[in-house]
């Protein structure tokens, strides 16, 4: 069923008459295919910038102006009475003397420090050390599965000590226990 729409009266048929003018009158969209525009706000953070520069150079122009000013009359009493001078130059002397003597007596506990330490007897004996490390070596070929390899590394050994080289095996006079085949 078809829908019916109530005619219009009075003042809507004015408005609708208008609208179909307009409707008559619209023209087709134009493209604007130039370079684009640049929007009023887009340089707005350079203005900043720009600005607050212009002001710090206005304030550094008041101030050289001010100095210059001062300079000229010599308003500003800035110079050190004799006896503030006198006073501050003895206070400066006194504080390198001070620190003069407490050096000279930390220098002095130092050194008794190191007599003292010195002076004491060494806890550890290294030639008990040199008799137990060659007691073990001993007990070490002696547990070996192939003295064969000791026996080798003695010739080796003499041979470098005779030649006046290092031997072959690293240099140490010991034999590591990695290196050495042992019974397992």
Known sequence: MARVRPERKGYDVIIYQQHVDRLKKMQPPTVDSGPPREHPLS?????????????????????????????????????????????????????????????????VENQRILKRIQEVPPAYNHLEWEEDAKRKDHIKRCMALYPEYYERLDKEKAAAKAKGTAPMTGGSSEVKDSEAPSRQ
Do not use: P
């Open 43 to 107: 340089n707005k953070r350079e203005m900043d910038k720009r600005r607050e520069f212009l002001n710090i150079e206005f304030d550094n122009k008041l101030m050289l102006e001010r100095l210059a000013k001062v300079i000229q009359n010599k308003s500003i009493d800035n110079e050190i009475h004799h006896s503030v001078d006198m006073h501050a130059k003895f206070k400066k002397k006194l504080g390198v003397t001070q620190k003069r003597v407490q050096m000279q007596k930390l220098t």
